[in-house]
């Protein structure tokens, strides 16, 4: 069994709502119904242009796993750091929780088990909503809004501009903010900015 992780309040696990999860499957019907919809949806798919559908559905998959039944398996990023460059205003929150609950209503969920659910997403929305982009948070710190910074990659990945493979022990430039990784031969070392720009579509 997977590390247990001690949590209180709105955070603690939640074993009723785990069942009613059908154990995880109910919570991928719903995610899967859900991104459908925000996929769908000009409010909210603009900000996914670099995720696919799949990949917002796993990490999202994890982190209520993680957070509803106690165990560790989320190695995403925390909230405040993932939405960091997104700029998320109460009502767009609020139209996000609506959307939500119109999938867990779909899916036959009670409503005390709704309320449940949205009192967890509510936890996040201080870390979310905000009127400017911020930098991300290591250990308190808040890193700066701008610029490049080089980094020797421990995970492969694709570069952002070229999408050429990069891997392991590759040097990569990254913006700070944005989290845009470039390859060398887009981003040679030394220079002051890229040579291949990265176009939001
Ligand atoms: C209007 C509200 C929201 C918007 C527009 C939004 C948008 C996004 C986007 C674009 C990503 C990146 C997807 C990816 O790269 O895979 C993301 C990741 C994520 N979001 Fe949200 N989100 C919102 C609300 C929330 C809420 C309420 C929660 C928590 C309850 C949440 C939890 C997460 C998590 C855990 C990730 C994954 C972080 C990672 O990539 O490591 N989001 N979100």
């Not at 995720?51 to 398996?73: C, D, H, M, P, S």
Request: charged fraction near 30%; glycine fraction near 8%; include cysteine.
């Amino acid at each position: 069994m997977a590390e247990q992780k001690r949590r209180a309040g709105d955070l603690a696990p939640d074993p009723e709502l785990w069942e009613a999860l059908k154990q995880g499957e109910g919570l991928r019907e719903i995610l899967e119904d859900f991104y459908g919809r925000v996929y769908e949806d000009p409010r909210l798919n603009h900000f996914f242009w670099q995720a696919t559908r799949e990949r917002a559905i796993e990490k999202q998959y994890n982190f209520l796993y993680e957070i509803f039944t106690g165990e560790k398996v989320y190695f995403g990023e925390r909230p405040f750091n993932a939405h960091s460059w997104m700029v998320i205003s109460h009502e767009l929150f609020d139209y996000r929780e609506q959307l939500m609950g119109e999938c867990l209503r779909r899916y036959g969920l009670p409503e005390h088990l709704i309320h449940r659910w949205r009192s967890t997403e509510e936890v996040f929305r201080r870390h979310i909503v905000k009127t400017e982009p911020r930098g991300k948070k290591f250990r308190g710190q808040e890193l700066p809004v701008e610029g490049w910074e080089t980094l020797t990659l421990e995970f492969s990945g694709l570069c952002d501009a070229c999408k050429s493979e990069l891997n392991i022990g590759d040097e990569v430039t990254f913006h700070v903010r944005l989290g845009h990784t470039w390859c060398r031969k887009c981003f040679p070392a030394g220079a002051d900015k890229p040579l291949v720009e990265i176009h939001h579509p």
